[in-house]
Each structure stands twice: as C-alpha cells, then as structure tokens.
Nanobody
Framework: QVQLVESGGGLVQAGGSLRLSCVASGSIFNINTMGWYRQAPGKQRELVAAITNGGITTYADSVKGRFTISRVNAKNTVYLQMNSLKPEDTAVYYC???????WGQGTQVTVSS
C-alpha cells in the first residue's frame, strides 16, 4: 500500500499560480499512470491531469495551456503547476493512482476573483 500526501494548496487571486506536490510513501516507479483530480462543492470528482511513466500527459480541456503535470520517480513525487488560475478552479485537489485505488487526503485550492 502506497500512501499519497498532497501539499501546496492555498488561497490565491485570479491570475495567480500555485504548485501542488504529491509525495508517495513508496516507489511510484511501477505505477504507470499518476493523476491529479479535483472535486468542487456539489460536483463529482474529475480528472485534471495525468502522466504516465513514459511522460505522456493528458489534461482536462478546462486546464489545457494553464496547468502542467510532471513526475520525478526518484523522489516519488508528482507535481501540478497551475498558472492563470480562475475562480472556477476552486476545489479540493487529490493525487491518485486509480488502478491501485491510491488516493491522497486532498489539498484545498481557492481562487478569489
């Protein structure tokens, strides 16, 4: 069982940036796909971005061109760089490895207008 711990959330004004980090308690080398997800109040959890071990990335249309996902297997860490933040990006952001049902506890991101 791998535990995931997110950090880096906070309150930021629209147009600002945040960098989220997800540190795993064990190796993520064998976890092909790691992802960032978010859940806003009253809405379902949705995929924000995902990255494979080979560096192939996938983004939700709503964040393309603004967010960048990356991973450093040697540090067991996945990052989400979020630029040009909008109020609609406000949500709890989760790091996850869906295939293994590994989830972090989430980190709150609030974007004020």
């Amino acid at each position: 069982q791998v535990q995931l711990v997110e950090s880096g959330g906070g309150l930021v004004q629209a147009g600002g940036s945040l960098r989220l980090s997800c540190v795993a308690s064990g190796s993520i080398f064998n976890i092909n796909t790691m992802g960032w997800y978010r859940q806003a109040p009253g809405k379902q959890r949705e995929l924000v971005a995902a990255i494979t071990n080979g560096g192939i990335t996938t983004y939700a249309d709503s964040v393309k061109g603004r967010f960048t996902i990356s991973r450093v297997n040697a540090k067991n860490t996945v990052y989400l760089q979020m630029n040009s933040l909008k109020p609609e990006d406000t949500a709890v952001y989760y790091c996850g490895a869906v295939r293994y049902n590994y989830w972090g506890q989430g980190t709150q991101v609030t974007v004020s207008s």
